[in-house]
């Protein structure tokens, strides 16, 4: 049929083919029709003694086919009590295969081959029966005929699961259905559609149930009856596959556990109704942004869902927030990644196990696969769902990504269950070999491993066929499985089990057609089975030619390769030739006369080709008593016996010659035979090489442990050899040169530590060893072997040195590279159950069995004892290897004790304890007492200890108050063994019997974990790597996964739900107060009460409560006064003082003569009238950056025409400030604020000019109709009234100023006509004040109670304004009487409907609505003249900061990084009434027309009057072009928004880099200052950067220092990381490139300098003179050093925080580096609150022999030291310490910072000097161009570029 419609809805089976006609349908046996009392219908009766002979065909022909696509299938039966029955359903793949699924009550286990899949049904009893009851008390149904309270049954089977899980295939439609005895049949029907039989129609219409989500009710023909009152499923059983429960027998079709909840609820896709959406997304808007955003992705926030409701809610009943930060658990339940939709395109499993669990891998074509979840738990993260529009496509569920989120990349370890298997490939480039449960093919030249994943029990034997094409492997255990595979493309060809408890031997047929496997079936006895592998590859079925029990002991058996019915076989006291002959398996002994009693181990054919006559065949077996027998084939009698003697030791050194005489012999495992010589592996450890005739060894090689397997490859050039110990090589013949591939633990792994710097690892076993491994060869580097047993182990952070905690309670601790123990120490009685060093590398800790736990100096070559505490960690060893856990800062110590129901968080340098957190109570409805398991502290928030429970729960509980944060149930099936957060706590490791999950850490999807198998035993410790590029487990083995996880912007929001908020009570602060406790920012509780000031916006500490605004008083100084006073700008030119100072100034040159010192001026202290205001919970509201900088107010501009410098550019802008940003698309302006200064841009060339006069970060601008005015509002400097500048645009003049708020100004705003002006006070003094906009008074002023977060003008009435804030919409009239103007305010409280929130921004649309956002996503819609809202809908899931509207659309903003353009034209037509609607009930249609995901949560924006392109700012320091018409969006300025450490010019000067704390490195093209590339490391930040010497574009490079100690060089014509250095551990802090380029030198935070090579990467040398003090400078200059009495031509200093600063003479190609002077500068104690000034240092550019310093010290100075005299010959005079300087190539200038905020441009031959405010905080970095010509300038992430004119 052309068209498929006709099937949807469904398809009614026997309607369909008119099935009492028997025309298009056939029937055999006894098949009759009854009317069935229960459904009061005519239903059909298959019965008879056989199920074949009695059945129902649908179609009748073979070749013909029903074609039914519908991807479920129904079946309306009811099994015979007491009998069996089958059907059979034939299904076609997409590729055109036929397959057939099978289920019955016959099968007693599941079945698969390519083209059969057999399932076990369990029939269900009637409810409450006896049968209900013992199938539920045994946890699995009871398989075998059905019960005789069997019920009707709809069963419910998805195909396209089915054959995707099991096949990997892709469903295409249904061919044919057998349906036979014994069963009655009502019917049978195929849809698309998750149909509930529990469900009515009425009950769906009220539910919300429709065919276009995907569900519905059962169809009227299609259900059963259900009396008045009654339920459907105390009645009937509906039986879904795949099925929602876990019991067992696994892969079988059965009744679903009972819940509480609705049986009838598919997980898949609730028939329940969900709460209304606010918005389906119309389609997917690609992300456009920077270059941040190709190399991160988003992450949204975390919100609350409600709760379900199974009526359709009214609007106010259910409420839709919680607290933010906390997880609501419903009914805990968990949705993970591996339960999902059964439409939904998932990740696949690579195969299916027997245990129903799969490793997620990619897939690779477009058919969904799907995986399912062997454990018992499903996570349930609330999530909330919008209103619904009227537009249109279905969103996906939001999951954990990517998928999958792990990838096992290498596993450590050989053997398991059996260490004599391992195959060559017929090519002899890789081994293949079993690793407990896994299957791995490494190759030899790379050590490169392939996996082949899917057995759940150690692997027992493997086989390859001839040419290495199928693999068949076994597994061992009481069910054993043998799956074939093929081995190119790794997929499992053939499962089947047979019936033995283990499966010892596997030989595959030259050819492949003949599988042959030995094991022990039930009662003990050898079973030998042959099955018949031919078209296996074809997609056949493996089937069993014969099978044989026997009592004769088989230890090896193998197919003949020349012929496939013949196998021999090898075991104690026999060898015997077996045969297979019409289906039956028959043997023949050999005749071994003496030799009766021996126990052979291994057989081997001698090489041959299959033309060969048998009579030629020679058959050669090993014995454990050493002797070899040659046996002919063919007449089956010894041919020859040799036996393989110890040697006869005649002298000390020397061994005999090796004999086959008689005496003791050594035993032989394993003998492998080429045509050129056998190869033999005994006992002994020895491989040996022999000639066919053994008359002697010509090749042998010793091994550790006893040789288990030999294995010759095909082309005899290599000998492979496992031994019983691990160990895995092979021996190449031609070089004699010996291998080893794997090297591996030979019992558990315990636990493991990585060296994150070497890569090392480091694994404790219960063999008895410690080894060190290479994490990228896999090599065992040390191996340390005691007779104690090892515990736990652990690396130092930084240093080469390794801890062990042994059975006994004995500490060593070992230097690995000098591999000798460091120290031994026997405080413990127990078993070392904790072992941790601190971060920082300063302490170590160790906890026993028997409760103690000890503190050691790490920083002490002896590592001694600091303190020993008894009975403080909870006894036992189940918490082992790493019952201890320490804080990222090294300064909190947790652990589970004194009890195991406690948690304790004890002082890191001292144990003493700071708070006990008892988890037992956790839980008040829980009958059992929870006991703590593991901790683990969250690395990116201290303030986070995770706690795993023995109820299958993770806890987060805050570090500070004890209290609950968050709750995870139903981690694991069973207990969490360990658990692990990634460094930026952005995931969550956790480890359970032998499945390892990885979880969002903030619960905020609706998957939020994946889960991976591999390990066969317990996996005893998890960890991500210390680069967080790789995940470690250990238990049976160790496994290496590469953590695939996408990188994510550092740009954290300020509001992350994580954030721990504290109640901070209205009260006064007192030195006791309990608040001097609280954990600022620095970590560390304050020990005094803080000055009452405003607090910082770093500090974690907020309010959650409600507190009466009338409680706090307004901020106010002592001196307040009414007055309004103005204060004279700078920028007109005009001096603010009336005593000028000359034009030139001068700074006091001294030579050679010490000044005095100054003296320091006195802070006052400020008091407080009332109580701190309280800052609004949202992002809207502006909150100037935190600042220690004062403002020098003597500091003064030099007149214009005369500045020595003249600024060029910003470079950035200030994302932290609110509506920052102006654009008049009429009149072309463009201007924005970075830092304290207004830019005013031309958009088309890039041309700023610059308004300044502010001295503080600007807030907000506000622009006139006109364009010809602009306002800029900053904080006032040194703590007065916020400033208010008013700006000329064309003259760039500053022509009013208003002073007159006393906090930080929010909102600007001119009237639509431009006569008055509106300004507004920040939340401590929330006041709105109007302005004329002719003259600037204030005409009037309103104080509200709380604070206002924006305002607006009304575009059509003038004399109409609104502000929006914390208590609601304020509805402002401006009242005129004459020269008196009045504001008329009328507040309005938000609807009750949005709940308790805050009113972010407003924006008028034409004359008649008021559209306000609220900071929880909510867009109300007020009518202006009722001052009513009357409409409501959710238009984000976050806090919309933003709103713009022009026309009919609307534009919505938020700090969930989304900007939506919303089609309001429908409200148009909407009339006011009393209630408030949401947008879905009220049928109006609010459209999102398009989205755009940005950089950054939206701060400003401004778009033209079509609402077609604008310009929108984000907090990520950037101001996008977004254009809707073409979607597009162009970033015009971009900056950083943190800290920038350095910026520095390239030496041609086409280029410069800077850095920053969010650890980018950013490289910008001068002289048009835009970015060119941006490289980006997570959760690091970058100190310092520096440029190649290289002058080349295409060899240009940068290299940027890290915190975490590395080094990382970017080539700028490729745009990529070239090379990464690791040569510090603690944070770089100065790099640069030597003169020539030869080395990179770099400084650290301990005052090492490391010398690199950048082609290489290797560290020359560790300078550790500076050792103790951080490097602060170091610089490179070609110089020949002849002058100075040494060898050299280079020269390069380094400076260090203690005054310090060296001067090397050095020639990097001869490897010389000699010292050529060091110098100390003295200075007195420093006193300051903060860190003292750093000491700098610098070469003359015109006289490298010439040094310039300064630093903390007795004068503010800079000393000028010559290298040839010796001494400082000048000195020049500062007013304040110097927080950087740069000196210029020409001019003699120097360029010198300060705290003040002041930059001096200093003639240094004169003394002569000019400031220069413009920077709105300290300066930390400034640089001259190469030429001099150019300057730049930052103060934290405001780059300004000078010009430099000359002095």
Not at 928 to 936: E, I
Not at 1826 to 1840: D, M, Q
């Amino acid at each position: 049929m052309a068209s498929k419609g006709w099937q949807h809805p469904y398809v009614n089976i026997f309607k369909h083919v008119r099935v009492e006609d028997w025309k298009k349908s056939a029937k055999e046996g006894d098949v009759s029709t009854y009317t069935d009392k229960t459904l009061k219908c005519s239903v059909f009766r298959i019965r008879g003694p056989v199920p074949a002979t009695s059945y129902i065909l649908v179609p009748k022909n073979s070749n013909q086919s029903l074609r039914l696509i519908g991807h479920y299938f129904y079946l309306l039966f009811r099994p015979t009590p007491g009998k069996y029955f089958v059907v059979h359903l034939d299904v076609v793949a997409e590729e055109g295969q036929v397959i057939r699924i099978s289920f019955s009550n016959m099968f007693k286990e599941f079945k698969s081959t390519a083209t059969w899949l057999q399932f076990p049904f369990l029939c269900g009893g009637a409810k409450d029966s006896v049968y209900e009851s013992t199938a539920k008390s045994a946890r699995h149904g009871l398989v075998g005929p059905a019960p005789t309270s069997v019920r009707w049954t709809c069963l419910m089977l998805d195909l396209q699961y089915t054959l995707s899980v099991y096949l990997n295939r892709c469903y295409s439609n249904l061919r044919s259905i057998k349906l036979c005895a014994n069963m009655a049949v009502k019917n049978m029907f195929t849809s698309d559609l998750l149909l509930d039989p529990g469900v009515s129609f009425n009950e769906a219409k009220l539910m919300g149930l429709a065919s276009s989500q995907g569900t519905g009710p059962m169809p009227r023909d299609m259900s059963f009856p259900v009396p008045k009152g009654g339920s459907w499923h105390d009645l009937y059983d509906y039986i879904k596959f795949p099925s929602e429960g876990t019991k067992l027998p696994f892969d079988s079709i059965q009744k679903d556990n009972p819940k509480p909840e609705a049986g009838s609820v598919s997980r898949q896709r609730s028939p329940i109704r969900e709460e209304s959406r606010c918005v389906n997304l119309s389609k997917p808007i690609q992300d456009r942004v920077s270059l941040i955003q190709q190399i991160t992705t988003p992450k949204s926030l975390m919100r609350n869902r409600n709760p379900v409701v199974t009526n359709i809610p009214k609007l106010g009943v259910v409420s839709t927030h919680q607290k933010v930060g906390w997880l609501c658990h419903n009914d805990d339940q968990q949705q993970e990644s591996a339960c999902f939709s059964p439409h939904q395109l998932t990740s696949r499993p690579c195969d299916t196990d027997d245990n129903g669990v799969h490793v997620f891998v990619h897939p690779e074509d477009a058919c969904g696969k799907h995986g399912e979840e062997s454990e018992e738990e499903f996570v349930y993260s609330p999530v909330p769902h919008p209103v619904h529009l009227s537009s249109s496509k279905e969103t996906r569920q939001q999951k954990l990504l990517p998928d999958p989120i792990l990838r096992l990349n290498r596993i450590i370890g050989f053997g398991g269950a059996t260490a004599k298997y391992a195959l060559w490939t017929e090519s002899g480039d890789a081994v293949v070999y079993p690793c407990h449960a896994i299957i791995v093919s490494m190759k030899i030249s790379s050590n490169q491993q392939r996996f082949f994943i899917g057995h759940t029990d150690k692997v027992s034997a493997l086989a390859f066929n001839g040419n290495t094409t199928l693999l068949a492997s076994a597994q061992t255990g009481n069910h054993s499985v043998v799956r074939v595979w093929n081995y190119h493309k790794g997929n499992c060809l053939a499962l089947f089990r047979i019936h033995a408890h283990s499966l010892s031997s596997l030989s595959f047929s030259y050819s492949g057609g003949i599988l042959c496997g030995v094991g022990k079936d039930r009662h003990n006895k050898t079973m030998v089975v042959v099955w018949n592998t031919l078209n296996v590859s074809k997609g056949g079925e493996v089937t069993i030619l014969a099978k044989v029990h026997t009592d004769v002991d088989i230890h090896t058996m193998k197919v003949a390769f020349f012929d496939d019915t013949r196998m021999v076989s090898c075991g104690r006291d026999n060898i015997r030739l077996w045969r297979v002959r019409n289906g039956s398996l028959r043997s023949c002994p050999v005749n071994l006369g003496e030799y009766h009693s021996l126990e052979f181990t291994d057989l081997a054919f001698e090489e041959g080709n299959s033309n060969q006559h048998l009579d030629d065949r020679t058959l050669f077996a090993s014995s454990r008593s050493g002797h070899i027998f040659e046996i002919d084939y063919s007449r089956v009698v010894i041919r020859n016996v040799r036996r393989l003697l110890p040697a006869q030791q005649q002298h000390a050194d020397r061994r005999e010659k090796l004999t086959f005489n008689t005496g003791p012999g050594i035993a032989i495992n394993s003998i492998s035979v080429s045509s050129s010589f056998c190869a033999t592996g005994s006992e002994d450890g020895f491989l040996r090489l022999w000639p066919l005739d053994f008359s002697a060894v010509f090749l042998e090689t010793e091994h550790e442990g006893p040789v288990s397997l030999v294995s010759v490859s095909s082309d005899s050039l290599q000998v492979l050899a496992a031994t019983s110990t691990g160990n895995l090589g092979f021996l190449d013949v031609s070089s004699r040169g010996y291998n080893t591939l794997m090297r591996s633990h030979t019992d558990t792994v315990l636990g493991f530590s990585v060296d994150g710097i070497r890569r090392h690892l480091t694994t404790a076993s219960s063999d008895g060893t410690v080894r060190i491994w290479n994490m990228d060869s896999l090599n065992q580097l040390y191996d340390f072997v005691s007779e104690d047993s090892p515990c736990s182990v652990a690396f130092h952070p930084s240093e080469q040195v390794f801890s062990c905690g042994f059975s006994s309670g004995i500490i060593r601790i070992f230097d690995i590279s000098s591999a000798k123990l460091l120290a031994e120490h026997k405080q413990h009685r127990g078993e070392v159950v904790g072992l941790a060093f601190s971060p920082d590398g300063e302490f170590m800790y160790s906890a026993d069995s028997q409760g103690s736990l000890a503190l050691y100096n790490s920083s002490d070559e002896d590592y001694n004892v600091i303190r020993v505490a008894c009975n403080v960690v909870a006894r036992g060893t189940e918490r082992s290897p790493d019952a201890l856990t320490v804080s990222s800062d090294s300064r909190c110590l947790a652990f589970v004790g004194p009890s195991e129901y406690i948690v304790t968080i004890a002082d890191a340098r001292s144990l003493d304890e700071l708070l006990h957190v008892d988890v037992s109570i956790l839980d008040v409805e829980s009958p059992r007492l929870d006991s703590a398991l593991k901790v683990c502290f969250s690395p990116a928030s201290t303030e986070h200890l995770l706690v795993a429970t023995s109820a299958n729960k993770i806890l987060w509980v805050s570090t500070k108050t004890g209290r609950l944060l968050r709750e995870m149930s139903k981690v694991h099936k069973h207990q969490c063994s360990s658990l692990a957060v990634s460094e930026d706590s952005r995931f969550l490791l956790t480890a359970g019997h032998n499945a390892l999950k990885v979880w969002d850490y903030n619960m905020q999807l609706d998957i939020n974990s994946q889960m991976f198998i591999g390990h066969s035993q317990p996996i005893c410790q998890v960890s991500f790597t210390p680069d967080q590029l790789g995940v470690v487990s250990v238990g049976d083995a160790i496994f290496l996964w590469d953590f695939l996880a996408h990188p994510v912007s550092p740009l954290i929001d300020s509001r992350s739900p994580l954030r721990i908020k504290y109640t901070t009570a209205p009260k006064s602060v007192q030195p006791d107060d309990e608040v001097s406790g609280v954990q600022l920012s620095n970590g560390m509780p304050r020990q005094t009460a803080p000055l009452p000031s405003s607090p910082p916006p770093q500090l974690d500490i907020s309010t959650t409560d409600q507190v009466d605004q009338g409680a706090f008083g307004s901020l106010s100084l002592c001196d307040d006064t009414p007055t309004i006073p103005t204060v004279p700008v700078q920028a007109t030119g005009s001096s603010p003082s009336s005593d000028h100072r000359p034009a030139s100034s001068f700074l006091k040159v001294t030579e050679l003569v010490n000044t005095s010192p100054l003296n320091t001026s006195h802070i006052d202290t400020v008091e407080l009238k009332g109580k701190n205001p309280v800052r609004p919970d949202c992002y809207r509201h502006f909150i100037p950056r935190f600042k220690t900088s004062t403002l020098d107010e003597v500091a003064e501009a030099p007149q214009p025409g005369e500045e020595g410098i003249k600024l060029k550019a910003v470079i950035g802008y200030n994302g932290n400030g609110r509506a920052n940003m102006v654009w008049s698309p009429d009149q072309g302006l463009f201007a924005y604020s970075c830092g304290c200064v207004v830019v005013v841009e031309h958009l088309h060339t890039g041309c700023q000019r610059h308004l300044q006069g502010h001295s503080e970060e600007i807030s907000c601008l506000a622009v006139t109709n006109d364009a010809q005015t602009v306002a800029s509002a900053a904080g006032g400097s040194n703590g007065s009234r916020s400033l208010i500048c008013i700006w000329d645009v064309q003259n760039e003049t500053c022509h009013n100023t208003i002073s007159y708020h006393r906090g930080a100004v929010q909102s600007l705003a001119f009237s639509r006509d431009d006569r008055f002006f509106l300004s507004v006070g920040d939340f401590s003094e929330p006041e709105v004040a109007l302005w004329s906009s002719k003259t600037f008074q204030l005409l009037s002023s309103v104080r509200v109670s709380g604070p206002i977060h924006d305002a607006a003008f009304s575009p059509s009435v003038a004399s109409q304004l609104a502000c929006v804030g914390s208590q609601g919409v304020y509805f402002c009239l401006i009242i005129t009487h004459g020269l008196d103007v009045d504001l008329k305010v009328q507040r309005v409280k938000a609807p009750a409907e949005v709940g308790d929130v805050e009113l972010t921004a407003l924006c008028y649309h034409n004359d008649s609505f008021l559209f306000t956002s609220t900071n929880r996503g909510h867009v109300c819609v007020w009518d202006i003249k009722t001052q009513r809202c009357f409409m409501t809908w959710e238009a984000d899931e976050g806090e919309i900061g933003v709103l713009l509207c022009r026309g009919n659309r609307l534009l919505t903003g938020s700090n969930t990084r989304w900007l939506r353009l919303w089609e309001v034209e429908a409200l148009q037509g909407v009339k006011s009434q009393e209630k408030v609607f949401n947008v879905e009930d009220s049928g109006t249609t609010v459209v999102l027309e398009q989205e755009i995901m940005l950089d950054g949560t939206t701060v400003s924006a401004a778009f033209d009057y079509t609402m077609d392109m604008g310009i929108v700012g984000t907090t990520a320091g950037t101001l996008w072009y977004i254009n809707w018409s073409d979607n597009s969006s162009i970033r015009l300025v971009s900056g950083h928004n943190t800290k920038v450490n350095d910026v520095v010019f390239s030496s041609d000067e086409s280029h410069f880099a800077t850095c920053g704390e969010d650890g980018s490195v950013r490289v910008w093209s001068a002289p048009s200052n835009e970015l060119v590339v941006q490289f980006q490391v997570l959760n690091q930040a970058c100190g310092c950067v520096c440029w190649s010497t290289s002058s080349s574009k295409d060899s240009a490079c940068v290299a940027a220092g890290y915190s975490d100690g590395t080094l990382r060089i970017f080539r700028l014509a490729s745009s990529e990381m070239e090379m990464k250095l690791h040569p510090h551990h603690v944070a770089v802090t100065a790099i640069q490139y030597s003169a020539n380029g030869h080395v990179i030198l770099s400084g650290g935070k301990n005052g090492l300098v490391a010398v690199s090579s950048p082609v290489n990467g290797a560290t020359i040398r560790v300078i550790r003179d500076h050792k103790g003090a951080p490097i602060t400078t170091i610089q490179c200059v070609n110089e020949e050093c002849k002058n100075f009495g040494l060898e050299g031509n280079e020269m390069w200093l380094a400076a260090s925080a203690d005054r310090r600063v060296s001067v090397w003479a050095v020639n990097w190609l001869k490897d010389k580096c000699d010292l050529l002077d060091w110098l100390t500068f003295p200075a007195p104690a420093y006193f300051g609150d903060d860190s003292p000034p750093p000491s700098l240092a610098a070469f003359c550019p015109a006289d490298p022999g010439l040094m310039v310093y300064t630093g903390y010290g007795v004068e503010k100075e800079l000393s000028f030291y010559s290298l040839t005299k010796k001494q400082i010959i000048k000195k020049i005079a500062l007013p304040h310490w110097v927080t950087c300087f740069g000196l210029s190539s020409k001019s003699q200038l120097i360029a010198v910072g300060s705290k003040e905020r002041v930059l001096k441009l200093v003639k240094s031959s004169s003394g002569r000097y000019q400031d220069f405010l413009r920077h709105s905080d300290s300066l930390q970095t400034c640089h001259f161009s190469p030429s001099g010509t150019l300057l730049f300038t930052v103060a934290y992430n405001e780059i300004l570029l000078w010009e430099v004119q000359g002095l």
